[in-house]
């Protein structure tokens, strides 16, 4: 009487909980003398996609392992809902975990993988064939119910475990880099399956990766973290036109951003970005920049797409440049140019052709430039 008066109170905080919206609030984890997630502070939405980006080692696995429940913070708190469930127990927060090594009993069918956590919860054979069935369909497992897991395909497999995760509705899910293992084409494939479930369903997600292919192509939002600490928060136009420092400017965008030292300078009343090699006029940004610039030192960055070449001088400002390599990527071509010392990647149609050794001409698009200051790499323009 008691345990089943125990597990319909479970079950209700678990019907309560689905769907809900996570937050951290200064969740921080030091291991010893090291600092791996750093007063960390980040909200999901209810039904929300959000990706957790950042290179190896930056501290991810441990955020979410620290929201799962199954490492302890050092300090901060976790709600989800406004239930804070910082020392509540891992069955009791009621996550969808879904880890790159899945966790699916590789002798037991599909159906009884799928069935697992219904098993566990006590449910009847018949109220659990129907919610197999149903997240079978889902998933597009309907026709393998009856094959050994340990038989399935990758991409098979990756949804058995999401729907032996999904199946007990979960408040949230966690998932920590699930695609990893597959290859390039199965990846680019789960990406969407993964995408469309989520909407399908209105799960509220937390998806860890280091590719910022994936997080760019299924999140709503984007957290960029480096070494423990977020970096900056927001969707991905947010992170890929106003990268809040050079990390995510670098980070963000299939092809890395054109970073440049330079300084500020005043020559015969016009506003200057003095690289040595070349010079950028900037008068007309003249104001702005000045209002945010503390320090000479700067990094102007300019994305290879926004730096423009053509064979013949097009305006004033045009920068003579040389061909030092070209690398065509499917429709569009990398011209790599020498300015001087300096080389710089401009991408161009795949119709622009040209060859090692041509003399350019360049212009930056000017709307497009970023100005990083050099020593903190907080991005000031
Ligand atoms: N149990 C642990 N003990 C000591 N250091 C750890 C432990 N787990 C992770 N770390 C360290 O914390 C940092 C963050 O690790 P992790 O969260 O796994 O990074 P990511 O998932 O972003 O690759 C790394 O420097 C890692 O070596
Ligand atoms: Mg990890």
């Given at each position: 009487m008691q345990t089943s008066g125990k597990r319909l109170h479970l079950e209700k905080i678990q019907e309560e909980m689905h769907g809900k919206s996570l937050r951290i609030e200064k969740l921080r984890k030091e291991f010893g003398s090291l600092v791996a997630v750093k007063d960390l502070t980040l909200e999901v939405k209810s039904g929300e996609f959000v990706s957790l980006l950042g290179p190896?080692?930056?501290?991810?696995?441990?955020?979410?392992?620290?929201?799962?429940g199954l490492l302890e913070p050092t300090s901060g708190k976790i709600f989800v809902g406004d239930q804070d469930i910082t020392e509540i127990s891992p069955i009791q927060r009621n996550v969808g975990l879904v880890f790159q090594n899945y966790a699916v009993f590789n002798n037991m069918t599909v159906y009884e993988n799928l069935a697992f956590g219904l098993r566990v919860r006590k449910m009847s054979n018949d109220q659990i064939k129907t919610e197999v069935n149903k997240i079978a369909e889902t998933l597009e497992l309907s026709d393998i119910l009856a094959m050994k897991a340990g038989k399935l395909r990758l991409d098979e497999l990756q949804r058995t475990a999401l729907g032996r995760s999904m199946i007990t509705k979960p408040a949230f899910f966690l998932l920590d880099e699930p695609l990893s293992n597959l290859d390039a084409g199965l990846r680019s494939q789960m990406r969407v399956e993964l995408k469309r479930i989520q909407r399908e369903l209105k799960q509220t997600i937390l998806y860890v990766t280091h590719d910022q292919v994936e997080a760019m192509s299924m999140a709503d939002r984007i957290a960029v973290m480096s070494q423990g600490e977020l970096q900056q928060y927001g969707s991905r136009d947010e992170l890929y036109s106003n990268p809040s420092n050079r990390f995510v400017a670098n980070f963000i965008g299939s092809l890395s951003m054109n970073f440049i030292d330079c300084a500020l300078i005043e020559k015969d009343n016009r506003t200057l970005l003095d690289a040595t090699d070349f010079q950028i006029d900037v008068t007309k940004l003249a104001y702005v920049i000045k209002k945010n610039v503390s320090n000479s030192e700067l990094i102007m960055g300019i994305r290879p797409e926004d730096v423009e070449v053509n064979t013949q001088r097009k305006t004033e400002d045009s920068i003579q440049s040389e061909v030092y390599i070209t690398e065509p990527i499917g429709p569009k071509t990398v011209v790599t140019l020498s300015i001087g010392n300096t080389k710089i990647k401009s991408m161009v149609?795949?119709?622009?052709?040209?060859?090692?050794?041509?003399?350019?001409?360049?212009?930056?698009?000017?709307?497009?430039?970023?100005?990083?200051?050099?020593?903190?790499?907080?991005?000031?323009?």
């Open positions: 190896s080692g930056c501290g991810k696995s441990t955020t979410l392992n620290m929201i799962a149609p795949e119709t622009f052709h040209t060859k090692i050794g041509e003399k350019l001409w360049t212009n930056f698009n000017i709307d497009k430039l970023h100005i990083f200051d050099k020593k903190s790499e907080k991005a000031i323009f």
